[in-house]
C-alpha cells in the first residue's frame, strides 16, 4: 500500500570529472553499477542522498587510495548530482523492511547452515573501526532480491539506508561524524544528471 516512495530526491555520486562531464553531455559516459561482494546496500549505482560533500570526500579518498595502473583511478575528484524516482523501495528506514531484512538473513543463514558454508561477515580494516567491507549485509541484500526474481514477485527498484559511520560528533554523543543515507539498485531510477553548482551568496539560501 505504502511502498512507493513519492516525489523525486536529490542524489550526489563522487566520480572523476571527466565522468561527471560526459554523462551531464550525454557523449557516452554512464556510471557503472557496483557489484563487489561487499557492497553496503547490495549491486547496484550509489549515491549519497542530499550530501555533496561526503560525495567529494569519497571521490578524494578513491583518489588517494586506488592503484595508479587502475583504468577506475580518479585524477580530479568531482561530483555528479541526479535527480531520483526511489519507486518501488527496499528502505531500510522503514519497520517493514527492517523486518523483511531480517527474514533475508535468517534465510541466508539456513542455506548455509545446510550446505556447509560458511556464513558471510561485515569486517573493519581497523581495529574497533567502521565496520567498511558489508559482506554479511550484501549477501543477505542479494538474497531478498534473488528470492523476489524465483518467486516472480514485484522487485525493488532502489536501496535506500542510513549509516553511522566515524568518531562521535563529541563526547558522549549519538552522532557520528559521517551519518549518512545511501541510495543503490536500478539505474532506470534516475530521471536527470546535473553538475552541482555553488551557492550565490548575494542572494538567501531558500
Not at 148 to 175: C, M, P, Q, W
Amino acid at each position: 500500500m505504502y511502498s512507493k516512495r513519492t516525489g523525486l530526491i536529490l542524489g550526489f555520486h563522487g566520480c572523476d570529472q571527466t565522468v561527471r562531464d560526459a554523462i551531464v553531455s550525454m557523449e557516452g559516459g554512464k556510471l557503472l553499477p557496483s557489484s563487489n561482494n561487499y557492497d553496503w546496500l547490495g549491486h547496484g549505482v550509489y549515491f549519497w542522498e542530499n550530501n555533496y560533500k561526503r560525495a567529494l570526500e569519497f571521490a578524494k579518498f578513491l583518489m588517494q587510495n586506488t592503484p595508479h595502473n587502475s583504468k577506475q583511478r580518479i585524477k580530479i575528484p568531482s561530483v555528479v548530482g541526479a535527480v531520483i524516482d526511489l519507486g518501488y523501495c527496499l528502505d531500510l528506514l522503514d519497520s517493514e523492511y527492517l523486518n523483511l531484512l531480517k527474514a533475508g538473513y535468517y534465510s541466508l543463514k539456513e542455506t548455509h547452515v545446510k550446505y556447509d558454508l560458511e556464513i558471510p561477515k561485515n569486517l573493519s580494516l581497523f581495529k574497533d573501526g567502521d565496520l567498511l567491507k558489508r559482506h554479511l549485509d550484501c549477501a543477505v541484500v542479494e538474497t531478498i532480491h534473488q528470492f523476489n526474481i524465483d518467486t516472480n514477485k514485484h522487485e525493488f527498484d532502489s536501496v535506500r539506508g542510513v549509516f553511522f559511520e566515524g568518531d562521535d560528533l563529541y563526547e558522549n554523543a549519538g552522532f557520528k561524524e559521517k551519518n549518512h543515507i545511501q541510495i543503490a539498485k536500478n539505474p532506470n531510477c534516475i530521471k536527470g544528471y546535473f553538475i552541482p553548482r555553488k551557492l550565490d551568496t548575494k542572494y538567501p539560501k531558500p
